[in-house]
C-alpha cells in the first residue's frame, strides 16, 4: 500500500480516499439525539435517491432534512479548506502558509460580522462573506505585487497586513454590536460552526467549492512547479505566472465559500495537509487528493462529535485543535516529519 | 529561411548584449557570443561581474536592455516558452532548488514542457526519466527524497532534470560550486560527456582551469562591464586573469599519462594596476602570436569508437595542417590509435591539440619538434 513511482496513489490508496468520506458520512448520519442504525441510512438515501419514500418519516426527516446538508457541508468545507491549505503552503513553499496567509478567511469573516451587524439573514451574511474575502485578497494583491517588485514575501507580507487589518475591522464591529443580541450572535458565528446548514445555502457555496477543488485535481501534477524558485519554474516552460494566479483564485473562492457558509474553521488548512505530506511526501499527485479525501473525513468527524457530544453545540474550531493538536504532534513525531 | 541560411546560423547567439539593474552601473556591455552544438562555453569572471546576469538575460528571465539572444535565428523573446524551453535547458545551483520531491519525481518535473496542463506523466515521459538516471549514474537515487542526498547528488539530480527536456542546450549556473574535488569531477565529466553526445553547454565558473580543461569557448567579464570572447585558450591567459581578477596567475601543464592538462596557479593578488586600465585581449592579438611555423604529431588514442566522429570532424577542420596521417586499429581491444604529423603555425597546432583534449574518453598528447616551440 504505496505509492508508485512518480508519486502516484496505488489503487488500495485509492480505494481507500473515496471509501472511506462516504462510509465516515452513512456513520455520522446515523449518529445524534437520535441513534440510526447505518442499515436504516441507507435505506433513507436510497429511497431519496429512486424518488420514494422511506418507511418512518421521521427518521427520512431527520436524515434528509437535518444530518445530510449539514454533512455535506462539512465534507466540502473540510476538503475546500484542506486542499486551499495545501495549495497556500505549496505556493509559498513555506510549511506555515495556511488559507488566511492572504487575508481571505479575515476578509471574509469581517462580511459575515458587517451582514449579522446589519441584520442579514443567512444568505445576505454568505454574500457579504464573500464579497469581503475576495476584497481582502485583491487589496493584499494590490499591495504587494507591482513590476520590479516581485517575490511571493512580499504577497506574504502584505497578506498579514490586511488580514490584521481586517481582524481590528471585526473587532471594531463587535465594540459597535448591540451587546445584548449582535456581539453574541457574532462571536459564535466567529468561532465556527456547521449549524446553519440548510440546502439554500449549500446552494450558494457549494458549487464555487466544488468546482475550486476539481480544479486543484485536475491540474495537480502541475501544482509540483509551483514550490520551485522564479528561475526554475519559469525554465520548466511553463506558464507560471498563470499557474499560480490560478492558484490564488482558486484556493481564495474556496475559502471565503467556506467562511461564509460556516464561520472561521482553523486548523484545518494546516493540519490535514501536513499529515498528508507526512504520509505521502510532497507530490501533488497524492497530496491533493489525499487532502481532499481526510479533509472531508476529518471534518465530518469532529461536526458529528461537536453537535452529540453534549447537549449544547460546541463551536467547531475548539474541537479541530482539541482533536488536531494531539493527533497532529503524535504523527510528527512518529513520522519525522518532512519537509517542503 | 532556407536549409544554407539555417546551416549558417550558429545554434545559440547573443548580439551585442547591454544589460544594466535599474538605477545601478552598465554590468554588461556590447556581450557577442556564438556556440554551435556539442560545444562547451565557460563564462568566467569575479564576483559581481555579471555571470549569473549574463545567463539570466540569456535565458530571458531578465530582458535585454539592448541587443538580444538568438536561438537558430530566432529572437529567445519573442520564442513561446513551451518551445524554448524544449531545446534550451537550465540547471540552477544546488543549493537554490527548494522542493523536496524524490530524486526521480524532480527529474521527472524536466518534462514539464512535454506535458499538458491537465495531465501527468506517461510512461514515456518516466523512461525518458530513467533513462536520464541510468545515464547519468544516478539510478540508485531514485526513490531518495532531494534533501536526503548529497550536494553533489543533488546537482547531478538537476542535470539530469534538465536532460530530461531532451535539451540542445544546457544552462548551469556554476555547477561545480560548493561541491568536493570528486564531485566536481563528476560533474565535469558528465558536462564534457553530454557535449560529446552534441548537447551544447554553457556555465558559469570560477575556476579558469576548468574552463581551460573543459571549454572550447570562453566568455571574461571584468567588473568594468568589459567582456571578452573567443576560443578559450586565446581567452584564459595569464594577463587575461589579471586584469579581469586582479590576480597573478600561472598558467602550466601538468601531464598525466594519457594526455597534458592545463592548469591555473593563483601567485598573488595583483596590486597597482587597476584593472580598467588595459583592456582585455585575445592572445593572438597581442602581437606575441606564435606565427612561426613547426613540424608536431598528435597521437590519439580512441578507447572506444564512440567518439570517432569528433576526432574525424577536429581532423578535417584543421586539415590544412596535416602532412600525414596513419591509423591503426587494435583488433584484440578493439582500440585504435591514430598519429598525424603536422606543419604550421604553433598557435594553430595548439588549438588543434586543445579541441581534441577537450573530448572524453581518448589519450591526447602532441609532440613539437626541438628548435620551434619554446613554451609560454
Same mark, same amino acid.
Given at each position: ?7 502516484? *496513489? ?50 427520512? #426527516? ?22 486551499? =491549505? ?61 513590476? $520590479? ?11 498579514? !497586513? ?68 522564479? $528561475?526554475?519554474?519559469? &525554465? ?6 498563470? *499557474? ?8 481564495? &473562492? ?57 447537549? &449544547? ?6 474541537? @479541530? ?20 | 529561411?532556407?536549409? !544554407?541560411? +539555417? ?5 545559440? #547567439? ?27 562555453? %565557460? ?7 555579471? #555571470? ?33 524551453? +524544449? ?134 567579464? @571584468? ?19 589579471? +586584469? %579581469?581578477? =586582479? ?18 596557479? &593563483? ?34 588514442? !580512441? ?12 581532423? +578535417? ?8 596521417? !596513419? ?50
Amino acid at each position: 500500500m504505496s505509492l508508485r513511482r512518480d508519486g502516484r *496513489l496505488g489503487a488500495a490508496w485509492i480505494v481507500i480516499l473515496i471509501v472511506l468520506p462516504f462510509v465516515t458520512a452513512i456513520i455520522a448520519l446515523g449518529i445524534g439525539r437520535m441513534s440510526i442504525a447505518p442499515g436504516e441510512v441507507f435505506d433513507v438515501l436510497r429511497a431519496a435517491l429512486s424518488g420514494g419514500h422511506a418507511s418512518s418519516e421521521l427518521i427520512e #426527516k431527520t436524515v434528509m432534512q437535518l444530518r445530510l446538508p449539514r454533512i455535506i457541508l462539512a465534507m466540502l468545507v473540510g476538503a475546500g479548506l484542506s486542499v486551499s =491549505g495545501c495549495a497556500f503552503q505549496s505556493l509559498f513553499a513555506n510549511p506555515l502558509a495556511t488559507p488566511d496567509t492572504l487575508g481571505v478567511a479575515s476578509g471574509a469573516a469581517f462580511g459575515a460580522a458587517l451582514g449579522i451587524l446589519l441584520g442579514f439573514n443567512l444568505i445576505g451574511i454568505q454574500l457579504t462573506g464573500l464579497a469581503m474575502g475576495g476584497a481582502a485578497v485583491a487589496l493584499t494583491w494590490l499591495a504587494g505585487s507591482g513590476k $520590479d517588485r516581485g517575490g511571493l514575501s512580499y504577497i506574504v507580507l502584505s497578506g498579514i !497586513m490586511i488580514g490584521s487589518l481586517f481582524s481590528a475591522l471585526i473587532s471594531f464591529v463587535k465594540f459597535v454590536a448591540d451587546a445584548e443580541s449582535e456581539l453574541p450572535a457574532i462571536t459564535y458565528w466567529l468561532m465556527g460552526g456547521l449549524d446553519k446548514a440548510n440546502y439554500r445555502t449549500l446552494s450558494l457555496g457549494a458549487p464555487v467549492i466544488i468546482a475550486g477543488v476539481i480544479l486543484f485535481m485536475l491540474i495537480r501534477w502541475r501544482m509540483n512547479l509551483l514550490p520551485l524558485s522564479d $528561475d526554475e519554474a519559469k &525554465a520548466s516552460g511553463v506558464n507560471v505566472r498563470l *499557474l499560480r494566479a490560478v492558484t490564488v483564485v482558486a484556493a481564495t &473562492a474556496i475559502t471565503a465559500s467556506c467562511v461564509s457558509m460556516c464561520g472561521q474553521v482553523g486548523w484545518v488548512g494546516l493540519l490535514i495537509p501536513h499529515m498528508c505530506r507526512m504520509l505521502f511526501g510532497n507530490n501533488h499527485l497524492s497530496i491533493v487528493p489525499a487532502s481532499v479525501s481526510f479533509g472531508a473525513v476529518f471534518m465530518i468527524i469532529v461536526d458529528t462529535l461537536a453537535r452529540s457530544i453534549s447537549a &449544547a453545540e460546541i463551536p467547531v474550531s475548539i474541537l @479541530t485543535a482539541i482533536i488536531g493538536a494531539p493527533f497532529f504532534i503524535i504523527l510528527m513525531r512518529r513520522s519525522g516529519g518532512w519537509r517542503l | 529561411m532556407s536549409e !544554407m541560411e +539555417r546551416k549558417a546560423q550558429a545554434l545559440l #547567439k547573443i548580439e551585442k548584449g547591454c544589460f544594466a539593474y535599474k538605477g545601478g552601473p552598465q554590468i554588461l556591455k556590447d556581450i557577442n557570443i556564438e556556440l554551435e552544438a556539442g560545444e562547451i562555453l %565557460a563564462v568566467l569572471g569575479p564576483n559581481g561581474a555579471g #555571470k549569473t546576469t549574463l545567463l539570466r538575460c540569456m535565458m530571458d528571465m531578465l530582458h535585454w536592455q539592448s541587443g538580444r539572444s538568438l536561438l537558430d535565428g530566432e529572437d529567445i523573446r519573442s520564442m513561446p516558452a513551451s518551445k524554448l524551453w +524544449r531545446r534550451m535547458a537550465y540547471v540552477p545551483q544546488a543549493r537554490s532548488a527548494a522542493a523536496s520531491y524524490t530524486a526521480f519525481q524532480t527529474v521527472l518535473l524536466g518534462r514539464s514542457s512535454r506535458i499538458g496542463a491537465f495531465s501527468a506523466p506517461s510512461e514515456a515521459d518516466m523512461k525518458v526519466a530513467e533513462r536520464v538516471m541510468e545515464r547519468l549514474g544516478i539510478a540508485h537515487l531514485a526513490d531518495k527524497p532531494c534533501h536526503a542526498i548529497s550536494g553533489g547528488e543533488l546537482q547531478m539530480v538537476l542535470i539530469a532534470r534538465a536532460m530530461a527536456a531532451e535539451p540542445e542546450i544546457l544552462v548551469l549556473d556554476e555547477p561545480e560550486s560548493n561541491l568536493d574535488f570528486k564531485n566536481q569531477l563528476i560533474v565535469l565529466d558528465t558536462m564534457s560527456a553530454l557535449a560529446a553526445e552534441g548537447v551544447a553547454c554553457i556555465f558559469n565558473t570560477h575556476y579558469p582551469a576548468h574552463a581551460l580543461q573543459r571549454a572550447g569557448k570562453a566568455l571574461m567579464l @571584468t567588473k568594468g562591464g568589459e567582456s571578452i570572447f573567443g576560443d578559450t585558450t586565446a581567452v584564459v591567459t595569464e594577463d587575461n586573469i589579471r +586584469r %579581469a581578477f =586582479g590576480v597573478n596567475a600561472l598558467i602550466g601543464e601538468v601531464e598525466t599519462p594519457h594526455n597534458i592538462m592545463k592548469n591555473v596557479v &593563483a601567485v598573488g593578488v595583483s596590486e597597482g594596476r587597476a584593472a580598467g586600465n588595459d583592456a582585455l585581449q585575445t592572445a593572438g592579438a597581442e602581437g606575441g602570436r606564435k606565427t612561426d611555423d613547426v613540424l608536431a604529431s598528435i597521437t590519439v588514442i !580512441m578507447h572506444s569508437n564512440e567518439h570517432a566522429a569528433l576526432i574525424n570532424n577536429a581532423f +578535417r577542420e584543421y586539415n590544412h595542417l596535416l602532412i600525414g596521417r !596513419m591509423g591503426l586499429p587494435h583488433r584484440r581491444s578493439e582500440k585504435y590509435i591514430i598519429t598525424v604529423m603536422l606543419e604550421g603555425p604553433v598557435a594553430d597546432i595548439e588549438a588543434l591539440s586543445h579541441r581534441l583534449g577537450l573530448i572524453p574518453d581518448i589519450s591526447v598528447k602532441t609532440t613539437y619538434e626541438q628548435e620551434g616551440y619554446i613554451h609560454g
